[in-house]
C-alpha cells in the first residue's frame, strides 16, 4: 500500500483550514489540526456529500468520506521534509481505536527513524513472498538440489515417495506458518500404523526441507527439528541373509540349477561373488569393467557414499562376465532390461521363486553372507573386508590409506572367496578357508579377457 503526500490549501491570510471550518493555527505540516477527537458516533452518524471530506482525529489520524459511501482511514505525517499520507484501512473493519493503535505504531517508527509508508511496502512484499514460499515449493527446489547433487535414481524414488506422504496436509502450506504439532500429528500417524523406520525418514526428511527454507532466508524456525525425540525407536531389522556355510553352498546349488531369463541368472549367479549392493550390480556397465587389471571400477555417483569403488574380478566372476557378454555385450548395461538396467525386484522374485522367503534370504543378503563367513575365517584383515564392502570410513586421511594398503590383500581374498564358494557349491565338507583353498592365482599375471569392438563386445577367458 502506497504512501501519498498532500498539500492543504491555504487561506487568503496564509492558515490552513481544517474540514469542519478549524483552522491550523501552526503551517507546520507535521503538526496536526487543533481540533477535537473523533467519536464512534461522529464517524457512525458522519453523512456522505458529493464531494469527499475529511474529518480529523488527533496526531494526523483524519478519514475520508467519498461520495461512494467509503469511510477510509489516513495518517498524515511528515518524514525527511517530505509530507506523507499512510492508508490506514476503512471503517468498520478498522474500528476508531485499531486506527488511533496504527497511528501510534506509525509514530514510533517515524521516532526511530523509519518510513511507515516504506515498511508497510516491505511487509507487503515479504507477506507476498511467505505465501509464495509454500513447503510444496521448498521441497520441490529440495528435490532438485538431490538431483544436481547427483543422487541416484534409486534414492530420488524414495524422497519423491517421502515428499508424497506430506504434500496433502503441508504441500500448499507456508512454511513459516507451519508448525511443530502438525508435523508430528502426521509422524505419529505414520508410526500407529506400525512403520516407524518411514516416520523416522519422514521427519528427517521435513527437517531437511524446512532446512533449505531457513538457509534461503525463507523461514527462521525449523518446526520437525528434535521431532524425532517424540518417536518410537523403529525396530532393527537387518536384510535377511544365509550366514550358516553348509546352507550357503546348498543356495548356490539352487542358483545353479534355477530356470528362468538367463541374464538375470547370471546375475543371481555373480552376486555371491561380488557381494556390491544390488543397485551396483543392477547398473553395472561394460566400460567400467578393466578386464586386463581384473577390475569393475564403479563410479562415485553410483556408490551410496559417493567415493568411486574398486572391486577386484576373480576367475570365476570373469568367466560369468564371458557368459553374459554372449547375450548383452552390445549392450550399455551389462544387465539390461528392454528400456533400462534390470529391476531391483528381479533378484528377489527369483529367490522367492526358488523357496528362499524374505526372512530367509535377500539380494542384499549376500553382503550379509561374505562380510559374516569372511570375518570367521580369521584370514583377512577387518579393514579390507569392510573396504571390500565400501562401508563408510568417516576419517578421510584414513580412508585414503587404507584404499592402497589393503588393495593386494582385497585381490588375494576375491579368489580365495570365489573359490570357497566353489567348494561349498559341491558339498565340501564345512573346514577352514585356510584349509580348504588352494593357493590364490596371481590374478596379477592373468591374461586379459578380450573385449571386442562396441559392436559386439566379447570376453575371452583362461
Known sequence: MASEEIRPRPTASGQFLGQFGGLLTNSKLDETPRKMSLTDSTIRNAQHQSKPKKPYDADGLFMILTPAGGKLWRLKYRYLGCTKVLMLGSYPEISLKDARAKRDDARKLIANSVDPGAEKKRLARLATLTAACTFGVICEEFLELQKSNGRSTTTMVKNRWLAKQLMPELGKRPVTEIEPFEVLSILKRVERRG??????????????????????????????ANLSGALASPKVKHHAA??????????????????????????????????????ELRKAEWSEFDFEACVWKIPAPKMKQRVEHHVPLSRQAIEILAEVSQLTGTSRYVFPSIRSTMSEYTINAMLRRMGYGHDVMTAYGFRSSASTLLNESGLWSADAIEHALAHKETNKVRAAYYRGKHWDERVKMAQRWSDHLDKLRHGATVISINAALAKPRNLGGM????????????????
Request: hydrophobic residues 45%; contains cysteine; positive net charge.
Open 195 to 224: 512403520a516407524r523406520e518411514t516416520a523416522k525418514r519422514l521427519c528427517e526428511f521435513a527437517c531437511r526441507v524446512f532446512n533449505l527454507a531457513i538457509i534461503t532466508s525463507r523461514a527462521r524456525n525449523n518446526p520437525a
Open 447 to 462: 591374461r586379459a579377457p578380450a573385449v571386442m569392438a562396441p559392436k559386439k563386445r566379447r570376453i575371452r577367458t583362461v
Open 242 to 279: 544365509i550366514t550358516e556355510p553348509l546352507a550357503f553352498g546348498k543356495l548356490l546349488r539352487d542358483i545353479e540349477a534355477t530356470e528362468g531369463f538367463m541374464t538375470s541368472r547370471l546375475a543371481l549367479k555373480i552376486a555371491p561373488h561380488l557381494f556390491v549392493r544390488p543397485g
